[in-house]
């Protein structure tokens, strides 16, 4: 028998911003499965012990209003909403997708993510798929309302240092996360890591396994989705030597290869079906089958996985399965965006040039205009992008080049307030936009008014009144 689908979900947060962490408060409780929620206790307890502090973030409170679940109620910085055993609002409804929604506390109102349900979240008649709405707001949910609200803030643990086993920062966002990674760290159980390309998701799992009990032993990384699925199978479990056209040796799998140590399983979300039943499996027994074996090999191993899908959204389509997602989900890690943590940039930057080799001040190279302007690009590849810049930069013995570069946007930068009538919201959307195009444009053309303009296709005249109205 799997698991059951019972875990403590650890999700990162911007402190007082969009996603946080925590146990939710509520008052239909789940837990662990008897030994990972010793373990993790015993993790939790040696929270004095690691050097941190603590900071209030803000919360949500949900009320169940109508439907099956009335009167049912929780709270946390971050809940999701769903059938499936592990939701902090876990509903009987039978039209709500197993993880059906995220609710998440943020700076202006409560960031509400539907997960690819299949009847879909409203506030009204409005269909959400990322939205902000304001506390009092009543959601839809298949034949449910709930009531989201303002709830009492909660005080988490922040990391004391700016650095924790590779991974680097000030923002109390990385530092939350930096603190639940020490804790985390300690235990054996598996850890999900969720984060966009870039955000530095090997870095973590290498942390989990080098401040653990197991850091003496191998750490073995296996990217799922760089093989196709005959290839995985042999990297993950091994093969006989022929077992298939081209094994003309053994091969030792990199679950046997990381005895006693950890298995980074990168990209997760990619595993094929057929591969997910081997891997389940495997799990389940803690044995491995090499292909053209009939023995099985014990193994003991700690598991990190690793993706940049919302797998919650994949085991609602079908995609994944939901038995493998909880074996591996027992603690799961959400890395911030770099665009969500941008008071790390300074941070990065200055390690970057170092680790390239520049020995002369930051500022002769990354002038705090330009500095400024890092702040406020859209950072698709995260940090592994800002690296790549700061590099070409020592290369060029020139600025980082950020021309052309987009800027911040999409639902991070522009969510809807639906609090707003609908022209008011439109008004600060293009407000807010023609603020940060003429940012991003000034800083481009070194603030030269004339360059900016020929750069914009516009007349100076149009951009100097838009400049005016700024400045007014």
């Known amino acids: 028998m799997p698991h059951s689908p019972r875990h403590v979900e650890v999700g990162l947060a911007k402190a007082n911003g969009c996603s946080s962490l925590g146990v939710a408060r509520r008052e239909q409780a789940t837990w662990l499965p008897a030994g990972p929620r010793a373990q993790y206790n015993s993790v939790v307890n040696e929270t004095t012990k690691l050097g941190s502090q603590r900071i209030p973030v803000r919360t949500v409170a949900v009320e169940v209003t109508g439907g099956p679940d009335l009167g049912l109620r929780a709270t946390a910085d971050e809940l999701t909403l769903g059938t499936g055993d592990g939701c902090g609002v876990r509903l009987s409804d039978p039209a709500v997708s197993r993880f059906h929604a995220e609710l998440r506390r943020c700076p202006g109102g409560i960031l509400v ?43 988490v643990e922040l990391h004391a240092a700016e650095a924790l086993g590779g991974i680097l ?10 603190a639940q990674i020490a804790r985390a760290a300690q235990s054996d159980v598996s850890v999900l890591v969720f984060g966009e390309t870039g955000t530095g998701k090997e870095l973590v799992a290498r942390a989990l396994h080098d401040l653990g009990p197991r850091r003496a032993a191998p750490f073995v990384t296996v990217d799922c989705g760089a093989l196709p699925p005959a290839l995985l199978a042999s990297e993950l479990f091994g093969h006989e030597r022929g077992a298939f056209t081209g094994a003309d040796r053994a091969h030792v799998g990199a679950f046997e290869a990381a005895a006693g140590g950890t298995v980074f399983l990168d990209e997760i979300g990619e595993l094929q079906p057929a591969v997910q039943a081997t891997l ?9 089958r090499r292909l053209g074996s009939r023995s099985e090999l014990p193994i003991d191993v700690r598991v990190v996985a690793a993706t940049h899908r919302d797998l919650r959204a994949e085991v609602n389509r079908g995609g994944f399965r939901l038995d493998l997602f909880y074996r591996l989900a027992v603690i799961t890690l959400a890395i911030p965006p770099l665009r969500e943590r941008t008071d790390d940039i300074p941070v990065l930057v200055e390690h970057f040039l170092r680790d390239a080799g520049w020995d002369a001040p930051v500022e002769q190279l990354v002038s705090p205009a330009a500095m400024e302007a890092l702040t406020r690009l859209h950072f698709a590849g995260n940090v592994r992008e800002l690296r790549n810049l700061v590099e070409a930069a020592v290369a060029m013995g020139e600025p980082p080049d950020v021309a052309g570069a987009p800027v911040a946007s999409g639902a991070e930068a522009f969510a809807t307030d639906l609090a707003l009538p609908y022209k008011e919201a439109r008004a600060r959307l293009l407000d807010d936009f023609e603020a940060r195009y003429v940012d991003a444009l000034l800083a481009r053309t070194g603030g030269n008014v004339s360059a900016a303009a020929r750069t914009a296709r516009m007349t100076r005249s149009h951009l100097s009144e838009l400049l005016a109205r700024r400045r007014g």
């Open 113 to 155: 993510v539907d997960h690819g349900s299949t009847n879909g979240t409203f506030a009204g008649a409005v269909r959400i798929e990322r939205a902000i709405v304001p506390a009092g707001t009543v959601l839809g949910v298949g034949d449910t309302l709930l009531r989201v609200t303002d709830a009492a803030p909660v005080e």
């Open 169 to 178: 920062g000030r923002s109390s966002a990385i530092r939350r996360v930096m």
């Open 280 to 288: 389940l499996g495997a799990l389940e027994r803690r044995r491995v």
